[in-house]
């Protein structure tokens, strides 16, 4: 996924909806309307009607299009401006729903003129009472992405778990306020690595790892560390850890497990990596 800022994703998705909307008449999209984003209008006996204000989040956060504050302050806007229809997107994914209580979910979004005419031609036929819902492809709902990821987490869990006590491995659990803690040193690398689930997860409230590669660096040299991290990026899940820049002093993550992912393949891989830091040679 393409990390765009909020900004760039706010320009090219009013340039699109501009240009879809010249072909119809009178329709029209305003940006910044008291406060909201984008709001698309239509002329009513000569009068501009509001009828669905747009909330544009950045998407270097995955799911900020489930973002429930986004929700709200889209629909506050939308109160203010009297219009019906709301919408949360990142570019890749587009949250729709209706005042005062229908959500329609979420749906696969991208910034093209063919998404954007087909986003636009259900929304209409929605409006005249032809349709409920898009025809876009559905995304993964709230609820889904939530047992993903606390299989996710569990999973990484069970690795530590299995590791205990073996081959130098001494795993630390802890309770620290509504977070279950789990550290994992390896040899003389103390607390390696870090794992935070937390007692009850939601969207916004979600598991994360760290790893601290300070310690790694003094024992292993910079350019090993860069091989070790390359070859940890290629794990399902972990792909952030090549992007993070060698010199902190610790890199960390909230959990974003990829869709389809394999736990299997996460577990053997993940516990194969592991075991390479627990040889003799380092």
Known sequence: MEKLREAVIHFELYRLLKNCLVLEGYFDVEPEKSGADLVLTRKVDGQDKNLMVIEVKSARNRFSAYDSKAKEQAKTYADRLDADYCAVTNGHIIWLFKRPHKDYGHYRFELNEECVKRF????????????????????????????????????????????????????????????????????????????????????????????????????????????????????????????????????????????????????????????????PSN
């Open 120 to 279: 636009l031609n259900d929304l209409f036929e929605m409006i005249n009472g032809e349709r409920e819902g898009l025809s876009l492809p559905k995304a993964p709902s709230i609820e889904e992405i939530a047992r993903s990821t606390n299989n996710f987490a569990e999973t990484i869990r069970k690795v530590l778990e299995t590791l205990n006590g073996q081959h130098n491995f001494r795993l630390e659990i802890e309770d620290k306020g509504k977070t279950h803690m789990f550290y994992l040193s390896v040899g003389k690398f103390k607390r390696l690595l870090r794992l935070g689930i937390p007692h009850t997860q939601t969207i916004e409230n979600k598991p994360f790892v760290d790893i601290r590669i300070n310690a790694l660096k003094r024992r292993l040299g910079v350019e090993n560390v860069k091989k070790m991290l390359n070859e940890l990026s290629k794990i399902p899940g972990f792909e952030w850890v090549k992007n993070y820049n060698i010199k902190r002093e610790f890199i960390w993550k909230y959990l974003t497990p990829p869709e389809q992912a394999n736990m299997r393949k996460l577990e053997q891989e993940l516990t194969s990596w592991l075991l390479k830091l627990s040889t």
